[in-house]
């Protein structure tokens, strides 16, 4: 569904993606996790035609990104990280002029449906400028869905909003595996990236440094931790087992000792040697 290969992009004398070797496969929830500035939007930019790569090349559904612009943008939805509704409209006239944009026959059920499944029926008619900002993301994900297209790109979707709203949107985004539409989604949080994704890639500095299951890459560094803290600083030590974590802490002595499951915070930090910014 999307092929990346040595995918390149230069600012100057700064290097905002590193060579980006990629597969993602049709129907896969995909998540770039990183921090900020890691190049995971700079990535997206490229994926949706908005950014002209300096190097390597890309396909997606089978287009070539640099060739091809007008095919991929036909078969692909986009929700950026700024809210770009037209806050002069009401949502369902949000989505009615989308799917007109992309020349559909009878956009109307399909706004009234996409409604219905965005939470949003109700306030259908009102203007946007009312709407939470929970709505609006919801509303943003919609338009972006309304025209089916086959891949979704998702950057940063949940980013400010609170706990209870963005557990909504997750389930929006599980519920698009049932439309057959594939998802490449961007985060920085951690928690979303494990609900959401079947694969995850990690990026950092602008490359690709690990990409796998957040399973796998939990087991990659060892499926349990032992914390141990002296004189106010902490020390993580992995282990592939409870048990080796268990004698290992038995020979600590003095020390503050905490055992507990490895998280794909745990993967991030050891494979890009620091902390996300949340």
Not at 26 to 36: A, H, K, S
Not at 98 to 119: D, I, N, V, Y
Request: glycine share 8%.
């Amino acid at each position: 569904m999307i092929q990346c290969s040595n995918l390149c992009r230069a600012f100057g004398k700064r290097t905002a993606v590193n060579n980006l070797t990629l597969a993602i496969e049709p129907g896969e929830i995909f998540g770039l996790l990183g921090p900020n500035g890691a190049g995971k939007t700079t990535t997206v930019r490229m994926l949706t035609t908005l950014l002209h790569p300096t190097g390597g090349s890309a396909q997606v559904a089978g287009f070539d990104i640099i060739k091809e612009p007008e095919q991929v943008k036909k078969c692909i939805g986009y929700s950026p990280q700024e809210i770009n509704l037209d806050r002069d409209l009401s949502g369902y006239q949000n989505l009615l002029l989308h799917g007109m944009l992309h020349r559909m026959t009878s956009p109307q059920k399909q706004c009234e449906q996409l409604l219905a499944w965005a939470g949003i029926e109700k306030q259908a008619h009102d203007i946007i400028r009312h709407y939470s900002g929970g709505m609006q993301r919801r509303l943003q994900i919609a338009r972006a869905v309304m025209h089916d297209p086959q891949i979704l790109f998702l950057d940063e979707p949940t980013v400010g909003l609170d706990p209870q709203i963005r557990r909504t949107i997750w389930e929006l985004i599980r519920s698009l595996q049932g439309r057959r539409i594939g998802v490449l989604l961007t985060t920085h949080y951690i928690e979303e990236a494990e609900q959401l994704c079947s694969r995850v890639g990690i990026m950092n500095k602008g490359k690709l440094i690990a990409c796998d299951t957040p399973s796998n890459l939990k087991q990659a560094i060892g499926s349990w931790i032992v914390e141990a803290q002296d004189n106010g600083s902490a020390d993580y030590h992995h282990f592939p087992d409870k048990q080796a974590a268990h004698e290992y802490a038995r020979e600590q002595q003095h020390k503050i000792i905490r055992i507990r499951e490895s998280t794909l915070e745990d993967a991030f930090i050891h494979f890009a040697g620091e902390r996300f910014d949340a």
